[in-house]
């Protein structure tokens, strides 16, 4: 076997195992995404499934940089060249709804591990919550953008809007997991246009 395609098949490995691993956390959880299951369900060994990371936490980890890497792609890489503002916010809000749903997706990865690892400190933790903070640093931009440009009324608290996007985003995910509405998108649609009303 040559060096190269030992690499390509390590790095193919890895991958089967991130994508599966993101799969059954959205449904079971991250913490319940344990070796053994992971190893079962790809017909590997205990070895073969944490050999690529190390331990369980790096695996975590990993996860949460691929869901992040995910995230990006479907939805902040297509607004790139828009123009800065509410009209762009309403694009990457719409593309975060459809994502949530998307090829049998069961909600949104990074808000399911956001509220099981809220209390309990670590690595995970600080990651999700570093990738959290840059999306409220996206969206406080493109608030302030649109408040600059009259899209918004005058004396509008961004803070309080950001605190209240994050309500719907929350809502659409528990819609989607918990209560099974296909409903839940739209309404969540709906209402984020309803907060980003122009002036």
């Given at each position: ?141 493109e608030l ?8 918004l009324p ?35 649609r709906r ?9």
């Open positions: 076997m040559s060096p190269r395609k030992s690499v390509a098949e390590a790095t193919a490995t890895r991958a089967r195992i991130l994508d599966r691993t993101l799969a059954l956390a959205v449904a079971t959880g991250l913490e319940g995404v344990t070796i053994g299951a992971l190893a079962d369900d790809l017909g590997m060994s205990k070895a073969g499934v944490i050999g690529p990371f190390g331990t369980k936490e790096e695996l975590h980890l990993a996860a949460v940089d691929e869901a992040v890497a995910r995230f990006r792609a479907a939805v902040l890489a297509p607004l790139s060249g828009a123009d800065p503002g509410t009209g762009r916010l309403v694009r990457a809000h719409d593309a975060w709804f459809a994502y949530m749903t998307a090829d049998g997706h069961a909600g949104c990865f990074l808000t399911a591990v956001a509220a099981e690892f809220d209390a309990r400190p670590g690595p995970v933790r600080d990651r999700v919550r570093a990738a959290l903070a840059r999306w409220d640093a996206f969206v406080l931009g302030d953008a649109g408040l600059a440009a009259g899209e005058p004396g509008t608290e961004t803070a309080q809007l950001l605190f209240e996007l994050r309500g719907v985003a929350l809502a659409a995910d528990q819609g989607i997991q918990l209560w099974q509405d296909p409903q839940a998108a739209t309404r969540a209402a984020v246009r309803r907060l980003l009303a122009p002036a």
